[in-house]
């Protein structure tokens, strides 16, 4: 276990999310999963299903399965399953986005409606490119913004990737997970604006989303924080590019409208 960490290390269930979201001001979330199994998609799922401001999932489903077809078939007809993702930055293989098999199951979801969220670090990035080249009719969304070194206050080569990923316009991105990526005790705002700009620059504000990473982000700061940092690096745009962030990018990429 990390340093630091230990704070949530526990249960998070629906009164903690009621309780974030009237604290931050927020709505509607799109709930994300944090495990690689069945039952907590089939979870998420149920507990969706019963509170309406749960307003899609982001589950998973075993891709590399030779019956992942059947598992889709299952589980899409669920209107609250928007997406589905793997944890690829916890693969031993850095390269497991490429495999065979993923790729086979990658490429029913568009058949499904579902899209797909990509988790990953900076240094999967070339990799993920040539992954997303092989499937340029299914959505994608970056989560945590591809994870680049802001604890080191690296901007390259994450920088340039970045903005040769955000070529394929069938690729959003979530800005959600920088607090995290840096120093969890140290950080300021300014530090992290060169990374926010980099996001707005490379995508527009229609490909890119807010996202909290709540409560992982508790280890580094509070959701109205986050709210706040981010509110302050888009505060130049139109109010329409802002509502577009906060809200109407994500109704888009996963398909809420």
């Not at 999967?124 to 080191?152: C, E, M, S, W, Y």
């Not at 990374?195 to 280890?219: A, K």
């Not at 924080?225 to 906060?246: D, G, K, P, R, Y």
């Amino acid at each position: 276990m990390l340093a630091g960490m230990e704070m949530i290390r526990r249960d998070f269930l629906i009164p903690e999310l009621q309780a974030a979201m009237i604290e931050g001001g927020v709505t509607g979330v799109i709930t994300v999963q944090a495990r690689q199994s069945l039952a907590e998609t089939e979870w998420l799922l149920q507990l969706a299903e019963s509170h309406d401001f749960m307003l899609g999932i982001v589950g998973w489903v075993p891709l590399v399965d030779q019956n992942i077809g059947n598992y889709l078939e299952m589980y899409a007809p669920r209107k609250k399953l928007r997406a589905v993702r793997h944890v690829l930055h916890d693969e031993a293989d850095d390269f497991y986005m490429l495999r065979e098999d993923f790729n086979r199951g990658i490429a029913l979801l568009k058949d499904f409606d579902l899209r797909y969220d990509i988790l990953i670090f900076e240094r999967h990035l070339p990799q993920t490119i040539r992954f997303v080249d092989g499937h340029p009719n299914q959505i994608f969304v970056v989560d945590h913004i591809a994870k680049p070194r802001i604890k080191a206050g690296v901007l390259s080569p994450w920088k340039e990737l970045l903005a040769e990923l955000a070529k394929r316009e069938n690729v959003y991105c979530k800005l959600s997970g920088l607090v995290t990526e840096a120093d969890w005790n140290a950080w300021t705002a300014p530090q992290l604006r060169p990374y926010i700009d980099t996001v707005l620059e490379c995508f527009g504000p229609n490909r890119v989303m807010f996202g909290s990473d709540w409560p992982v982000q508790l280890v580094a700061s509070t959701y109205p924080h986050w709210i706040e940092v981010v509110s302050e690096a888009v505060e130049t745009l139109s109010n329409t590019e802002q509502a577009q962030i906060f809200a109407g990018t994500a109704k888009v990429a996963y398909g809420l409208t």
